[in-house]
C-alpha cells in the first residue's frame, strides 16, 4: 500500500475555499491557553482542556457538507458533532503548542488532520471512517494508535464498505457518482489492514490505560462502518475516566459518565479504537 504524501504544514496557508465560524470561541480558548500557560503541559493534558472549554457548544450535524460540488475545510466552532469536537480540540491544541494564533492556522490544522496526507483533493480526500482517520494521523505524526496496546485487543471481523454501498445517502456521492469507485478503493485498503478494537466488555479492565485527551472511536454493530461515534477521555481528580463528546440526545457537548458506563447503555456500541495525540513540533 502506497504511503500518501503529506503536505508540508506551510504550503496549507494558500488553499482556497476554506471557511470557519465561531472565531470567537477560538479567541477565548487561545486567551486562557496563554495567560495559563497550557503549552507546558503535556498534549493529552491541552486537547482536554480545550475540549472542556467547548462544554455546552450545541450539536449541529452536517456542517462539513454544505457543498455538493466543491470540497472545502469547514470549521464551525459555535456548533460541534462528534467529530468536529475532537478534530476542533486537537487541532486548538496543535496551535497552543506551536504558539500559533488566528483562524488561518485552526484551518491549516484541521486541513491537516481531516485530510489524506494532509491535502485536500475532493470528497473522497476526507478521511471519512474513523480508523481510516486514525491510520492516516498516526503516518502524519498527530497521533499514536494504542489500541494494540489495550489487553485482549481484537481483529475487527468485518468489512467497511457502508459509503460505498449507500452512496445515496451522501450528497457529494449521490450528485457525483463517478467518485464512488475513489471512495470504494479508500475502503478496500481500509479492509486490507488490520483493524483492531476493544471490545467493550473488556474495557472497564483497561481504562485506567486511557488518559486525558485520548481520541475514542464507539465501534458498532452497524454493517459497513467501523465507528458510528467519537469523543475524548477526561480524568477527573479521583481518577475516573469520562467520555467527553457532543452528544446527539443532549445535543450539545458534554462530560458523560465512565466511558464504560456509556458504552454500556448503547446497544450498538461493540467497544472502542483509541488515538494518543502527540505534541507537534512545527
Known amino acids: 500500500m502506497a504511503i500518501p504524501i503529506i503536505a508540508p504544514m ?10 470557519i465560524e465561531g472565531e470567537g470561541v ?5 486567551d486562557k491557553a496563554r495567560k ?4 507546558r503541559l503535556p498534549m493529552g493534558e491541552i486537547v482536554g482542556l480545550v475540549g472542556k472549554e467547548l462544554l455546552g457548544i450545541p450539536y449541529v450535524g452536517k456542517t462539513l457538507d454544505l457543498d455538493a460540488v466543491n470540497e472545502n475545510c469547514v470549521v464551525t466552532l ?4 462528534c467529530v468536529t469536537f475532537f478534530e476542533s480540540s486537537l487541532g486548538i491544541a496543535r496551535m497552543i503548542c506551536l504558539g500559533q494564533t488566528g483562524s488561518k492556522n485552526l484551518l491549516k490544522q484541521v486541513t491537516f488532520t481531516r485530510y489524506r496526507g494532509g491535502i485536500i483533493n475532493g470528497y473522497p480526500s476526507r478521511l471519512h471512517y474513523t480508523a481510516d482517520w486514525m491510520r492516516d494521523n498516526e503516518r502524519k505524526g498527530s497521533i499514536k494508535l494504542i489500541t494494540k496496546n489495550l489487553p485482549g485487543n481484537t481483529k475487527m471481523d468485518k468489512l467497511i464498505n457502508f459509503m460505498s454501498n449507500n452512496p445515496n445517502s451522501y450528497a457529494q456521492l449521490k450528485q457525483n457518482p463517478g467518485l464512488i469507485k475513489d471512495v470504494r478503493n479508500f475502503e478496500d485498503n481500509l479492509n486490507a489492514s488490520a483493524l483492531l478494537y476493544l471490545p467493550k466488555h473488556l474495557v472497564a479492565a483497561a481504562e485506567s490505560r486511557l488518559e486525558t485527551g485520548d481520541i475514542i472511536g464507539t465501534t458498532t454493530t452497524v454493517e459497513g462502518i467501523d465507528c458510528s461515534h467519537t469523543g475524548l477521555i477526561f ?10 463528546h457532543a452528544s446527539l440526545t443532549q445535543k450539545k457537548v458534554i462530560l458523560d459518565v465512565r466511558l464504560s458506563d456509556y458504552l454500556n447503555s448503547v446497544t450498538k456500541h461493540t467497544g472502542i479504537m483509541v488515538a494518543r495525540p502527540i505534541k507537534p513540533t512545527r
Not at 495559563?36 to 503549552?39: A, H, P, S, T
Not at 459555535?78 to 458533532?81: C, S, V
Open 26 to 30: 477560538l479567541v477565548q480558548i487561545l
Open 10 to 19: 506551510n504550503s496549507l496557508a494558500s488553499i482556497l475555499g476554506t471557511k
Open 235 to 244: 480524568v477527573d481528580a479521583k481518577g475516573v475516566r469520562h467520555f467527553m
Open 78 to 81: 459555535d456548533g460541534l458533532d
Open 36 to 39: 495559563q500557560n497550557w503549552k
